[in-house]
């Protein structure tokens, strides 16, 4: 087919094959300039004017009159306390979330992968927390962990867990157990998901091989199982971190701006746009870049230079 | 008894998943079902239903005008997002060139960047364009997210569609433009159908760009809609009309989930498993 193209082609155009590569090639670069010139405006553009705008001392609505300043804000990044407050919570949440949504996640896979009646019904079950508005989501739990009327009270004194009715969202160390199960029943189900999908690769004569063998179930999980299924969690936790280390919706809807569960963006956007301080809260930014940057660095080593994958 | 066991054990686990998934939902429609004073009442059936909650926040809400911006905002990045991935793809999937695997690299890149980094630059992007407070301030910042695994969706759906059919029209004369549309397009069902729901579902949930670029009910959405709904004080929250409004927004998209169930499940986890 090729050849016969060519042909037809080199009959009225004498340079050939080659104009029809090099044309082939100019268009493609057409085609690729409307995404390219997009992403680089909504992508790249901003990102170096945030990097620029840390340099200075801009306020909102004025960057015009933004005067350089050098390293002065993260000089000040550096020694405010707030700051780290924010980095730690950050850190509270990012390794909670993820450890719990990935524990729960593979039990969640385990059960949808066994055969069972309903097993369907669980299946669409738990697409709904993930078809929910992060908002919404923050909203109906902010409900649930109402002090006086919520549901999660009501249930805990009924049981008898608890005597009195406790803040959830007004205390700092409950307020973020809070907001990190409401982010574990977010997002487990996207864990599960991707964690499902691996174990549906697993052939099913490796376990019926085990099971001949008489290995526990427990063995067979941690021995055959999890090593199968690494790759994909691996990477599943890869995207649930970055996303854990730039959480803001929940956060914001359900403690607002408290600086006892402010997070690293809740802190750069309250700079940003609440006290109008542009060059501090961007220097924040920058700052929040860097680290997501390396752990994603960090990650795609580690990920790599297993000996046993780089023997593979 | 050692089968029957664990297969108790496996119902009641999967009986804990579901009521874990839908509790919280199921509580915000009793919640929304409940007028008055029956709302700080912790039962589990409504005494007396009524729908006066959902009526209040149409009625003394601009709730309508803001579902209608969503909808705006959702299909217009839907549609440009589409429009421009499709010719990227085309490019990168179709063409061998230089430097194709590196663009592929950047762009995916582009989309791990965190949100509130780009946000000072697009702020003043949107500014000055004279966007802010429009629909059209949050189509063009969408494509930050959206642009990106569209692009990477559609590359490698259009990449391994068979390579006859590009030649065939080719011999027949016909240009990148007409291939894409005529050819390529309507074969791509599938890999438009789920880019469409994931990138409309992003629109539709988006917070931080959408509180920060509208101000009024001129182009603002309904995450941010709700998030507003508050009292005077932390005690004078409307619950009742609050949970209303989530119950209204959040149906429609369990709905469009549920149906699409597969598709979207292929679309999450394509990226993930294969590598």
């Not at chain 1, 407050?85 to 450890?99: D, E, I, K, P, Y």
């Not at chain 1, 487990?188 to 004569?205: E, K, S």
């Not at chain 2, 369990?254 to 999450?268: D, E, T």
Request: aromatic share 10%; net charge positive; with cysteine.
């Amino acid at each position: 087919m090729t050849a016969q193209a060519t042909v037809h082609r080199s009959a009225g155009d004498p340079s050939g094959a080659m104009s029809l590569a090099r044309r082939r090639t100019r268009a493609a670069w057409l085609f690729l300039a409307p995404t390219l010139v997009a992403l680089a405006a909504v992508g790249l553009w901003p990102l170096a004017r945030t990097v620029w705008l840390s340099l200075t001392d801009a306020r909102l609505g004025q960057t015009g009159l933004a005067r350089f300043v050098g390293l002065d804000n993260y000089r000040l990044l550096i020694g405010d306390p707030e700051w780290w407050n924010a980095v730690w919570n950050t850190l509270v949440f990012a390794v909670g979330s993820v450890a719990i949504e990935t524990a729960l996640g593979v039990v969640f896979a385990l059960v949808m992968n066994a055969r069972f009646r309903g097993r369907t019904l669980v299946r669409a079950a738990i697409l709904v927390p993930w078809a929910i508005p992060l908002v919404v989501s923050g909203k109906m739990w902010a409900w649930m962990y109402n002090d006086l009327y919520g549901v999660v009270n009501a249930a805990l004194i009924g049981v008898g867990l608890i005597s009195a009715p406790v803040a959830w969202l007004a205390d700092a160390d409950l307020a973020m157990v809070a907001i990190i199960a409401t982010d574990v029943w977010k997002t487990t189900p996207f864990m599960a998901l991707l964690v499902l999908a691996a174990l549906q690769m697993v052939p099913n004569d490796v376990y019926e091989a085990a099971r001949l063998d008489g290995v526990s179930p427990v063995r067979v999980f941690f021995r055959i199982t999890l090593p199968l299924i690494r790759p994909v969690l691996l990477v599943a936790i890869i995207f649930r971190t970055l996303d854990a280390l730039r959480i803001f919706d929940l956060v914001y809807i359900m403690t607002s701006n408290s600086r006892q569960t402010a997070t690293m963006s809740i802190f750069a956007r309250r700079e940003l746009v609440e006290f109008a301080d542009v060059g501090y809260g961007s220097a924040a930014s920058v700052l929040i870049f860097l680290i997501v940057g390396a752990v994603t660095l960090a990650y795609l080593r580690a990920a790599r230079l297993r000996p046993e994958e780089a023997a593979r | 008894m050692s089968r029957i066991l664990p297969a108790i054990g496996l119902y009641a686990l999967a009986c804990a998943i579901v009521v874990f998934a839908l509790f919280p939902f199921a509580w915000a429609v009793i919640s929304s079902l409940k007028t008055g004073a029956a709302i700080f009442d912790a039962s589990p059936i409504p005494a007396e239903p009524s729908l006066r909650n959902y009526a209040a926040i149409f009625a003394e809400q601009p709730f309508g005008r803001t579902i209608v911006n969503s909808l705006v905002v959702g299909a217009g990045t839907v549609a440009l997002s589409l429009v421009l991935a499709l010719g990227a793809a085309y490019a990168l999937g179709r063409v061998a060139f230089r430097g194709r695997g590196l663009l592929l690299m950047v762009i995916l890149a582009v989309s791990m960047f965190p949100q509130v980094a780009v946000l000072s630059g697009m702020f003043e992007l949107v500014t000055a364009l004279g966007l802010y407070d429009t629909h059209a301030a949050l189509i063009v910042s969408y494509l930050i997210f959206t642009l990106p695994f569209t692009t990477w969706v559609l590359t490698t759906f259009m990449r391994d569609l068979p390579k006859e059919l590009e030649e065939a029209a080719l011999v027949d004369g016909a240009g990148p433009l007409i291939i894409i549309t005529r050819i390529f397009l309507p074969l791509m069902g599938p890999a438009i159908a789920s880019t469409t729901l994931l990138a409309f579902l992003v629109a539709w949930n988006e917070f931080l760009f959408a509180l920060t670029f509208t101000l009024t009910t001129n182009a603002r959405t309904v995450p941010v809609a709700i998030a507003l709904i508050s009292g005077a004080s932390q005690y004078e929250v409307p619950w009742g009309p609050l949970m209303a409004a989530s119950v209204t927004v959040t149906l429609p998209m369990i709905a469009l989930v549920l149906v699409f169930q597969r598709k979207i499940v292929s679309g999450l986890t394509a990226g993930a498993v294969k590598g």
